[in-house]
């Protein structure tokens, strides 16, 4: 069973940078697909993007390019690195653990989660 604690958030201002860290604790993280979601005041949670424990990264359109999720299995931690950052960025930023998966959208099919990360971007 996976435990996730999530560090990293803060305030920036618009076009600045922050990265997340996500350390899991428990065996064989290598072998869990790591996401990185984030739910506005509002709105549903919803992904950002996911690594999968073989290797492939996915993101949604509105942070490619900007966005980049890396993890460090000797660490046992994922990363998000967010550059260029927007006042629609702010949220609370969550990390997400799911055994073996392939990309999986929904937040409702991911059973590990972290207690999250407030980003706030100021304009």
């Known amino acids: 069973q996976a435990q996730l604690i999530e560090s990293g958030g803060g305030t920036v201002q618009t076009g600045g940078s922050l990265r997340l860290s996500c350390a899991a604790s428990?065996?064989?993280?290598?072998?869990?697909?790591m996401g990185w979601f984030r739910q506005a005041p509002g709105k549903e949670r919803e992904l950002i993007g996911t690594?999968?424990?073989?290797?492939?990264?996915n993101y949604i359109d509105s942070v490619k390019g900007r966005f980049a999720i890396s993890r460090d299995n000797a660490k046992n931690t994922v990363y998000l690195q967010m550059n260029s950052l927007k006042p629609e960025d702010t949220a609370v930023y969550y990390c997400?653990?799911?055994?073996?998966?392939?990309?999986?959208?929904?937040?409702?099919?991911?059973?590990?989660w972290g207690q999250g990360t407030q980003v706030t971007v100021s304009s």
């Open positions: 997400a653990a799911r055994y073996r998966s392939d990309f999986e959208q929904l937040a409702s099919r991911w059973p590990y």
């Open positions: 428990g065996r064989s993280f290598n072998m869990y697909t």
């Open positions: 690594r999968t424990w073989n290797g492939i990264t």
